[in-house]
């Protein structure tokens, strides 16, 4: 993996982005790298937000507890994530 790392000072990369006020008037250190594993976790994403809408709407009415209903939704669910 290629990595940059670059000294700046921070007044000028504070025209590019939001830093805090304490950084000002010094050097930083700024290092890229690929952001590669980003789709990795928006495929990971996407299968906890296609989970979490099957979780949406009313619980239907059973004879079991909340407690009941909790248990046998983290055992469906415990693989995601």
């Known amino acids: 993996m290629e990595v940059v790392r670059k000294y700046i000072d921070a007044d000028s990369l ?5 830093l805090p006020e ?8 700024v290092i890229v790298l690929p952001a590669e594993e980003q789709e990795k976790s928006s495929k990971k994403a996407a299968e906890i937000d296609q989970a979490l809408q099957s979780l949406v709407g009313a619980i239907p009415y059973t004879d079991m507890s909340l407690e009941e209903l909790r248990e046998e939704r983290l055992k469906k669910y415990e693989n995601i994530g």
């Open 14 to 18: 504070m025209t590019v982005m939001q």
């Open 22 to 29: 304490k950084f000002r008037n010094r050097k930083l250190e």
